[in-house]
């Protein structure tokens, strides 16, 4: 059995302290920069470096994010801040941008790169390319299930969350909020749209359809440290110190237990934020939270609300008994009601209280408990009958007391263990210290005394006060397991000589720990060539899942072929592939483009676990024994074509993907993103950019509908603002995929990029009509000159620039 490394997330200095005493191994957080949390308070560069400093001393590593997409213009800066970084000793960087690595391989090799979650490597291809470039840690997708984690094989260590906020969406796979709200996800921004309510189209209930419960690994510590998991990760840098206390504490009692084999139970993680939990795609198991705020324990449910009173049938499991000073939540339906206890609530049995005797019972681990509470006054917004209502407790005050313990005075982190040697040369008291750290590493210094032992006028200072003032820790975090005094105790010198030795010996040990860390920075000077490209000639790519548009488009270079589900509901189920289907869709459509004059490609699912791609490798394997292979687009890092979901944002990411014949560049990069890009670029003609479709906003693991009736929902997700989202299901059976309401069209910018240098362009069409693939001769009279937008929304009703 290995136990993990327990990763804590720090948003400010308190949250640091919080973080150590509490029995973090490592914490990660972010700059004021780079970071995928750009609201949080997050940390100067001296504050990192102070914050650095602190937790080598205390045994624990510090991670920094840089988990954003880096954009051409922001490369000079971001690796000279990474040099900072490496200066000041962190222990390793997050990585989103497959560029960045690049930059730091070439730059800064000795960095060590931890590949974010944001990158969504949920492979084994996606895994080997990873290490392929010294990437050290891999912290996989949430959406990864135990039993494909440990098919993985790998020499790096493997991350996951094991608790905090789920996303619905892939991290990095979001851009809702990017093209919804202005606010990518993507670049620390994210709005969270998904918090809000929708409806689903033949539904009328609103709900929270992209608001999943958090993630609760806790039960399941025992599995994950059977598993090759290195390092567990709390999710939180924007939560309160009391979360982080609370459930940073409790997973470090637990993984401790696990030591002995233990098993550990906690009510008290119930206690601080969370919106319900589930232990979400790791068991395959996942809900929709109830609210968008916290939710709490759930502890009972109302059975008799009067005027003035509240009784609650309690749970048997629970031992969490409310007091006066608690929160409670009251949720009936899509209404609830808070309140405070403001007196000493009554704890009596089922059977008293039917008896209309509300008789105390002293002994709380009786079954049938009913807690009665005095009423708060409902007001109109939350005036509903409470009766048959869960019953939820959302605080706790003995809470607060353990969490200013913690704060104050905990201690959970691992000491390093010092033996300290006295002894005196020519009078002069000398102190050696060899402190040995938590990786094993030692340091050895030691000091000499600037004022002399002499003989005693009355009493010298015997060898036990030596060691007792010798003992003494300062507030530092050594264990002093072993003091050597080479002394006979017959001299003597001022007790405050022999303090000033210990202080300074504790200072230098200090210093002696940063410099073990630290490095020399070196300024670093990016060089890149500018370029002006001009073609005479522009290529227009299509994507389609329609075999009729093959039979009639015509003028585009490539067709971008994705096998449509043959049951495009929303209803997700276990990976199972019609390979048949599959065979006969692939073959249909080369027959189809045998005379054509554009490139068949097979585009792969953007989203693909091991399980899909061993189905989609067998399908080729079919194809190729009827002589009917085809180049593929994925974003497996194996591919000749490479989609917009690999999120290039920079020329460093090109320089990364040498394999890849043509790439589809990011689509929340702006106008002057595009021209930094193609400005900077050695090979433009490996560029493409989607001008034209629906973006893919989503793509999610977790259902839409549980236990809703589902037979007259039709796929479309419905904002506030009744914009409605299509929704698609992926031929993988396991992820469903929201497109944008409108289109991304660049026809008024089109002649622009052609003119700095780009070439190659591209239109969705997945899940249009039969006659979209015409929207390719409206672009190719734009390129001559006669922009036609009445033409274009035939095709096209809305449509929009986006962040261009």
Known sequence: MRIPELLAPVGSMDHLKVAINAGASSVYLSGKNYG?????????LNEIREAVNIAHM??????????VLIKERELQNVINYLSKLYAIGVDAVLVQDIGLIELINEYLPELKIHASTQMTLENQLKLDYIESKGVKRVVLPREMRKEEIQNLKTNMELEIFAHGALCYSYSGQCLMSSFKGGRSGNRGTCAQPCRQKYKIKGIKKQDYYLSPCDLNLFDKLKEISELN?????????????????????????????????????????????????????????????????????????VIKSSKNQIAIRLNDSISTIPKKGDGLLIVKNDRDYGMEISQNP?????????????KPVKDLTRENKVLIVKKVRQNKKNNFNLNESEVYLTKRNSLTKKVKEIENNGASYVKSKLILTFSLKN??????????????????????????????LKKSVDVETVKKQLSKIDNYPYEITQININYDGTLFIPISKLNELRRNLFEKLETEVINLYSHEYKKITLTSAENVHKFDEVNFSFYTNNLNHLNDISGVKRVYLEIPHPDDSMVLEEANYNINYMVNFIKNAIEISYDKDYELIWKWPDIAHDKVIKALNKVRGILNKMNCSLPIMSANFNAEYGPYSMNIANNYSIKSLKNYRIITLSVELNKNDYEDIIRCCQNPDKLEMLVQGSVELMKTRYPLLYDEETENCENYLIDRHDNHYPIHKSISNEELIIFNDRELSFLNEINHLKNIGFCNFSIDGRFKGDDYYKIVDVYKDAISGNIDKKELEKYSPKNTVANF
Do not use: W
Not at 38 to 44: L, P, V
Not at 260 to 285: C, D, H, P, W, Y
Not at 349 to 356: E, I
């Open 346 to 358: 009554i704890i009596t049995t089922l059977n008293h209280f039917n008896k209309g005797k509300n």
């Open 229 to 301: 998991i290195s390092c567990i990760k709390i999710e939180g840098r924007m939560r309160s110190k009391e979360y982080l206390a609370i459930i940073v504490s409790n997973y470090r009692k637990a993984l401790n237990k696990l030591k002995s084999g233990k098993a550990t139970k906690s009510e008290e993680i119930n206690l601080v934020f969370n919106r319900g939990f589930s232990q979400g795609q790791f068991a395959n198991t996942s809900k929709r939270s109830i609210r968008p705020g916290h939710v709490g324990l759930k502890i009972g449910r």
């Open 58 to 67: 205390h045994n624990v590593k510090v991670y920094v994010t840089v988990n």
């Open 427 to 456: 009078k002069y008291p000398r102190l050696k210290g060899r402190l040995t750290l938590a990786n094993r590493k030692t340091i050895e210094t030691e000091v000499v005394g600037d004022t002399p032992f002499e003989k005693p």
């Open 36 to 44: 995928a949390r750009k609201f949080a308070e997050n940390f100067s």
